[in-house]
């Protein structure tokens, strides 16, 4: 829906004076809501100028970007055609970490802590390389967020304190996610994003455990405009990717 | 997307209607300010999370030290390019490189970050009030970007 969103908010600045150039992920959207200005680019939802370290590339789509910004005739709708390089993935990316395998409900933190601390080496080696992380907006320590987040597998909301609970654990899947989005780019070969996707929702005991937290909810008897309720929205359909939904169906 | 990849049934969303905005003129591109407006829910660490039906802005400060964190409510879209590269999503580096070159007149200090899950007319008094401090700093020249 972000399309849409930068879509309108064009028609809003310009109105207010300021020339305006969307990066449209979705055409179809753009086409709705016909902002002054629209580069449609052809890439996977998430990556607007394509492709991550690659600068050449990256340029490319801003100058074709920055160059429809003095024309006055529109709305003006231009398509960038170059698709995003191909990653090179000789031979197929697989994640060199192995995780044990275990069944037991009870020992689930225990298994998700055990996994990030395989995968913390990588984790530190990527900040070490990149000066950054995006992991922290739930402004929890890592195994609070395992911890955190485990108690919503039976299918109940904790207790909210200041935030709504429902945010705090959209936060704490995030994070979770970016700690080994983070560790997964930071070991050898050239992982696609549908790689990462696949492994973290597929074979990491974490994916599994947000998994059960949706499967736990979607079914659940709650009343409306309740924090169960809200929970329930954010377990079911913000949590889990759409692509992934096929490995619970 | 490609056109073709967009699924039937978000392609075919529906949409708040807009009319048409005249298109604002300007200098050359090499004498324009440009400011980038991103509604990936972006925002340095430290700053208010985004949650549902948010309709305001975090502040992206090109001269902080904070990390650059991501609060976008929705699990659709890949992550993985921002890890590597925020330049993928926010692209800073790039347009810096084309003001030192003189291809853009500057960059702005200052850059915008919404929550792109919110209906865009939602985000219309937050878009009016931020368009005001860019009329402030000079920015004649805006790149939004989705995620």
Redesign the interface.
């Known amino acids: 829906?972000?399309?849409?969103?930068?879509?309108?908010?064009?028609?809003?600045?310009?109105?207010?004076?300021?020339?305006?150039?969307?990066?449209?992920?979705?055409?179809?959207?753009a086409e709705?809501?016909?902002?002054?200005?629209t580069l449609?680019v052809?890439?996977?939802?998430?990556?607007?100028?394509?492709?991550?370290?690659d600068?050449a590339f990256?340029?490319r789509v801003?100058d074709t970007?920055?160059?429809l910004?003095?024309?006055?005739?529109?709305?003006?709708f231009a398509e960038f055609e170059e698709d995003a390089p191909a990653v090179d993935e000789v031979p197929p990316w697989v994640c060199p970490v192995s995780f044990a395998q275990t069944s037991d409900e009870s020992d689930l933190v225990e298994t998700v802590i055990s996994e990030i601390q395989l995968l913390t080496p990588w984790y530190e080696k990527?900040i070490s390389e990149?000066g950054?992380?995006?992991?922290?907006?739930?402004d929890m320590q890592l195994e609070e967020v395992v911890k955190f987040l485990a108690d919503f597998t039976k299918g109940e909301a904790p207790a909210a304190e200041e935030i709504?609970i429902?945010?705090m654990l959209?936060?704490a899947?995030?994070d979770l996610?970016?700690f080994y989005?983070?560790s997964?780019?930071s070991q050898p070969g050239n992982?696609s994003?549908k790689d990462?996707?696949d492994w973290y929702w597929g074979e990491t005991e974490a994916g599994k455990m947000i998994r059960q937290i949706k499967k736990s909810f979607i079914d659940a008897p709650v009343s409306s405009d309740t924090p169960q309720a809200r929970t329930k929205f954010?377990a079911g359909f913000?949590?889990?990717?759409?692509?992934q939904a096929f490995r619970d169906a | 997307m490609k056109r073709a990849d967009v699924p039937e049934e978000l392609a075919n969303r529906t949409a708040p209607a807009f009319d048409p905005s005249a298109l604002v003129p300007g200098p050359q591109l090499n004498q324009r300010r440009i400011a980038l407006i991103s509604t990936a829910g972006l925002m340095h660490r430290g700053d208010k999370p985004f949650s549902i039906g948010a309709n305001d802005y975090r502040i992206l400060d090109t001269e902080s030290d904070e990390d650059l964190l991501m609060s976008h409510i929705s699990t659709n879209f890949d992550r993985t390019g921002f890890v590597q590269d925020h330049n993928v999503v926010l692209p800073l580096e790039r347009l810096q490189e084309k003001a030192n070159n003189g291809e853009i007149g500057s960059l702005a200090r200052y850059h915008f970050s919404f929550m792109g899950a919110t209906p865009p007319d939602q985000l219309e008094a937050a878009a009016n009030q931020l368009a005001r401090n860019l009329r402030g700093d000079e920015v004649n020249g805006l790149i939004l970007l989705p995620v």
């Open positions: 829906m972000c399309t849409f969103a930068v879509s309108g908010l064009a028609h809003y600045f310009e109105r207010a004076g300021i020339a305006t150039v969307v990066i449209a992920l979705i055409p179809q959207h709705k809501i016909r902002p002054p200005r449609s052809p890439f996977i939802l998430g990556r607007p100028l394509g492709a991550p370290n600068p990256q340029h801003l970007a920055l160059g910004l003095n024309q006055t005739d529109g709305p003006v990527g990149r950054s992380s995006s992991f922290g907006v739930a709504p429902e945010d959209k936060r899947v995030e996610k970016a989005n983070e997964a780019v992982p994003a990462i996707e954010t913000l949590l889990v990717p759409g692509s």
